[in-house]
């Protein structure tokens, strides 16, 4: 496709139950980034992958949360036996990997985002 | 610590010009960026600034000077549709440049 997609695009869940949010970056795109946005807060980052690695998952809250990506491509975000504090938007973006040493940040293009509600 | 300071939300007139200011305490800087985001929708990526001085873009104009730590968004010319939520985001690690720090943003409201 054109953007970045993800799905589902909401989900409401039980206290205690697993769910899988689903990314689907844009094609050629090598590096993909999870976020996660609590109403009117900044973004936290959670997780980036260059391709299947994943080398920085310092910025997943707990040892409940996972994520994977397979083919270079589409990943998914795992929140085992969530909390109500895990309610939030969860965004994921991908880039380009970096081409020169004065433009080292790619900039990341974003997914519509998946609005995850534990009641 | 890493920190970003954004005021949380300003109001402006159609038609107007507005100044959204950033300022960054963090451990190091490769480039400062401003994304838009309106209201259930994602971020979309406005500017980048990696050197000082002001970066023009049509009615958005961007400025940087790493010795103060601070941005500014300029926006000309308000429109209704320019309402939204504008982010700031600061990469400051010189290994691991991809990890973005982000401010709270600041909502902007446009007033007819």
């Known amino acids: 496709g054109a953007g970045v997609s993800q799905s589902p695009s909401n989900k409401v869940t039980e206290k205690g139950k697993d769910v899988e949010l689903r990314c689907d970056p844009i094609?050629?795109?090598?590096?993909l980034y999870w976020y996660r946005q609590s109403l009117g807060q900044g973004l936290e980052f959670l997780i980036y992958?260059?391709?299947?690695?994943?080398?920085?998952k310092s910025g997943l809250p707990s040892d409940r949360f996972s994520a994977e990506r397979t083919g270079g491509s589409v990943s998914t975000l795992t929140i085992q036996r969530t909390q109500q504090e895990d309610s939030a938007v969860y965004l994921c973006?991908?880039?380009?990997?970096?081409?020169?040493?004065?433009?080292?940040?790619?900039?990341?293009?974003f997914g519509p985002g998946t609005r995850l509600t534990v009641l | 610590g890493q920190n970003i300071d954004q005021p949380t939300e300003m109001t402006a007139t159609e038609g107007a010009i507005v100044q959204i200011n950033c300022t960054y305490q963090?451990?190091?800087?490769?480039?400062l960026f401003w994304y838009q985001q309106h209201a259930g929708e994602a971020p979309t990526f406005l500017s980048y600034?990696?050197l000082d001085g002001l970066e023009e873009k049509g009615r958005f104009s961007s400025f940087l000077s790493r010795s103060k730590g601070y941005s500014y968004l300029l926006l000309k010319e308000l429109q209704m549709k320019d309402s939204a939520s504008y982010l700031c985001?600061?990469?400051?690690?010189?290994?691991?440049?991809?990890?973005?720090?982000w401010g709270a943003g600041t909502k902007l409201i446009i007033k007819p």
């Open positions: 973006a991908s880039s380009l990997p970096s081409v020169s040493w004065d433009f080292p940040t790619d900039t990341q293009y």
């Open positions: 094609s050629g795109h090598t590096a």
């Open positions: 992958f260059q391709g299947n690695s994943a080398p920085d």
């Open positions: 963090t451990s190091g800087f490769n480039g």
């Open positions: 600034n990696v």
């Open positions: 985001a600061v990469s400051p690690f010189m290994d691991s440049n991809y990890q973005l720090i």
